[in-house]
């Protein structure tokens, strides 16, 4: 079983395609976290590389988290994996809280 099969069976969806659109969001997701919070909206709260690291880790997990949940809805909506994703997200949600 090669790799895209594994995802495929992994994430429950029929094509190769789907497999590598959903990479491609994930892939656009990171790049535009990357380009657009830490440099802009970490710094509205104040948050540079020279944070103490427990500062930094808080920020992650409050703002950055949230923030690059909704990018992955959005690039997931625009190319078509909604569902995908959101069920993604509960499920990673339900992770977190412990909840099954």
Do not use: H
């Amino acid at each position: 079983m090669g790799f895209l099969d594994k995802l495929k069976t992994r994430w429950n969806v029929k094509s190769n395609w789907s497999v590598a659109v959903i990479l491609l969001v994930f892939a656009l997701t990171g790049t535009t976290f990357m380009y657009t919070v830490k440099p802009y909206v970490y710094p509205i709260f104040g948050i540079d590389s020279s944070s103490s690291t427990w500062v930094r880790v808080l920020a992650f997990f409050f703002i950055g988290l949230p923030c690059y949940q909704i990018l992955l809805l959005i690039w997931g909506t625009l190319l078509g994996q909604f569902r995908f994703f959101w069920e993604f997200e509960k499920r990673m949600f339900r992770r977190m809280i412990g909840k099954k």
